[in-house]
T-cell receptor, first 114, second 109 residues
Framework: DTAVSQTPKYLVTQMGNDKSIKCEQN?????MYWYKQDSKKFLKIMFS???????INETVPNRFSPKSPDKAHLNLHINSLELGDSAVYFC?????????????FGPGTRLTVT | QQPVQSPQAVILREGEDAVINCSSS?????VHWYRQKHGEAPVFLMI?????EQKGHEKISASFNEKKQQSSLYLTASQLSYSGTYFC??????????FGKGTHLIIQP
């Protein structure tokens, strides 16, 4: 009965490769997010997605692109991976848009770029 | 801008109380509190909204001073399970949350 799930849990890849991380939520929420947590545990918002509206944190490189096939899924595609992309990526969902609703985080995907 | 949390770390004995502070340089509409244990995802604890509405945890309380742009999280009679890193989050970019750097809380028996 996992509320927010992500696959894979671990991802090891080489520089220059393209990879995807999948996220699914079964909470019926309208809003989903991607966050990046670096080695210093700093959590940073990357994207939010609500009812087909994508809001991008402009500091995120355009090598990162979210794709939502339906309301319950928000996948993250990363092109031309770089060493600095190594981090834990968390998907989250919320019942309301904006920062007024509690957010439920997935278990995270640890990405290691070599 | 990233909210500032204090202290960076605190070590307590079981049963003692703790206060974690979060302050921002900009006007806030909401403040969130999350706890993250090592190797796990952040877990929602509390949200405080401008105007006074509060939703959250039954054993942990928080305050939100809108004028001072500050929030404090209060953990009373701490339990071993309270150990972890506490993050405050404020409304930020991309309609998501901007988190502070976290406060590491260690509860010793």
């Amino acid at each position: 009965d996992t509320a927010v799930s992500q696959t894979p849990k671990y991802l090891v890849t080489q520089m220059g490769n393209d990879k995807s991380i999948k996220c699914e939520q079964n909470l019926g929420h309208d809003t989903m997010y991607w966050y990046k947590q670096d080695s210093k545990k700093f959590l940073k918002i990357m994207f939010s997605y609500n009812n087909k509206e994508l809001i991008i944190n402009e500091t995120v490189p355009n090598r990162f692109s979210p794709k939502s096939p339906d309301k319950a899924h928000l996948n993250l595609h990363i092109n031309s991976l770089e060493l600095g992309d190594s981090a834990v990526y968390f998907c989250a969902s919320s019942p309301v848009q904006g920062a007024i609703g509690e957010q439920y985080f997935g278990p995270g995907t640890r990405l290691t770029v070599t | 801008q990233q909210p500032v949390q204090s202290p960076q770390a605190v070590i307590l004995r079981e049963g003692e109380d703790a206060v974690i502070n979060c302050s921002s340089s900009k006007a806030l509409y909401s403040v969130h509190w999350y706890r993250q244990k090592h190797g796990e995802a952040p877990v929602f604890l509390m949200i405080l909204l401008k105007g006074g509405e509060q939703k959250g945890h039954e054993k942990i309380s928080a305050s939100f001073n809108e004028k001072k742009q500050q929030s404090s999280l209060y953990l009373t009679a701490s339990q071993l399970s309270y150990s972890g890193t506490y993050f405050c989050g404020t409304d930020g970019r991309a309609d998501g949350l901007t988190f502070g750097k976290g406060t590491h809380l260690i509860i010793q028996p």
